[in-house]
């Protein structure tokens, strides 16, 4: 998956709504001979005033009624809580504007259906979504390379665990971070949704959920609502079994995703803070037993690489005319899993998907 080709795009003019942690880490990465810093606007000035002072000095907006107004504006990032995106992002169509917008995408599957629906009006606009940012790791991209050759055979089991140190005190988070009502959930729509999103780029329509059932844990967080661990399985069609698996606990992180088929199976590294940073390929020996071949792809250690990806495709996609990574309409199936997720959680029960 090719984010950028620097040798054919002139720089994407963007504006960037919300500075908070995010857009304070992120924005300085962007490289400007591909995405210029074109306005920023935050309900915060300081905030703004500081971003703006590591990026170029570009103009501060009031508000984001103005910022959509400038023409030298082509293409916009919302990076506020999760609870703004949909009335942002439509806001933004109606203004002309591209749109790349912070995961959670939106806050559950109907306002990521309506969200699709007002996107498809407007073909000339490129609108994609940052829960593809582990999407374009070297690691990733063998992940999809061995899947799309059906170099695993049929595939029968996907996991993606991650083992994560106890979450922080919800006083020492922001104060949107610990509504349920303004982020929409806990670790899944904080992290369920990048490895829902990865799945769904590498298995393709092999994502076919039939029935889900989860578990949540509220560990360091409980009476929140705002879960710090899930387990889920996913009961696809094909008699594929998809399984999310994040324990917040003491002990050493991991993040690790496996793809298991008939014929062989592979371990990459999903994260940069990855225990192992290396791609393994798993076949049969001549005696029946599994033979490790170490696969010769670059370590995935680069968070720059993943935080920036998904503004880097979305520059190539409105240069290029190439489609972008996580577009409205994927990310409707996305949502529907982490809702599911949630129901099943929440209700103790499995969930079955409609058809």
Same mark, same amino acid.
């Given at each position: ?9 002139? @720089? ?46 570009? @103009? ?20 506020? @809580? ?38 498809? *009006? ?23 390379? *061995? ?19 106890? @979450? ?120 029946? *037993? ?63 998907? *409609?058809?």
């Amino acid at each position: 998956m090719t984010t950028t080709d620097k040798a054919k795009i002139t @720089p994407l003019r963007l504006g960037v709504i919300g500075t908070g942690q995010i857009s304070q880490i992120l924005l300085p990465l962007l490289p400007p001979e591909t995405i210029a810093i074109a306005g920023l606007t935050d309900l915060n000035p300081d905030s703004a005033r500081a971003l703006a002072e590591k990026s170029g000095s570009p @103009p501060i907006f009031s508000d984001y009624t103005s910022l959509f107004a400038s023409k030298e504006i082509e293409a916009v990032y919302i990076a506020t @809580p999760p609870s703004t995106h949909l009335p942002l992002t439509l806001a933004a169509l109606k203004a002309g504007k591209h749109v790349i917008c912070e995961k959670p995408w939106m806050l559950n599957a109907d306002e990521a259906q309506k969200v699709a629906a007002e996107v498809a *009006k407007h073909p000339d606009l490129k609108v994609g979504c940052c829960s593809s940012r582990f999407c374009f790791s070297p690691a990733a991209e063998v992940a999809r390379q *061995k899947v799309s050759a059906t170099a695993l055979g049929t595939l029968r089991q996907a996991r993606i665990i991650a083992r994560v140190d106890r @979450p922080s005190p919800l006083d020492k988070l922001p104060p949107w971070m610990r509504s349920i009502q303004l982020t929409g959930g806990g670790a899944g729509a904080d992290w369920g949704v990048y490895e829902i999103e990865w799945l769904r780029s590498i298995l393709g329509s092999a994502l076919n959920p039939v029935s889900l059932t989860a578990t949540l844990d509220y560990w360091g967080r409980e009476g929140s609502g705002l879960e710090s661990s899930y387990q889920v399985t996913i009961s696809c069609a094909d008699n594929l079994e998809v399984q999310l698996i994040r324990t917040a606990e003491i002990g050493p992180s991991e993040h690790c995703a496996e793809l298991r088929g008939d014929r062989a199976g592979l371990n990459v590294p999903f994260a940069p803070n990855a225990k192992d940073n290396l791609a393994r390929l798993y076949t049969l020996g001549p005696d029946g *037993k599994a033979v490790e071949t170490l696969l010769d792809v670059p370590p995935t250690e680069d968070w720059g690489l993943i935080l920036c990806g998904p503004l880097l495709n979305l520059a190539a996609a409105v240069r290029l005319g190439t489609p972008v990574a996580a577009s409205a309409e994927s990310q409707i199936l996305v949502h529907e899993i982490l809702d599911a997720i949630y129901t099943s959680g929440r209700e103790g029960h499995p969930l079955v998907f *409609k058809k």
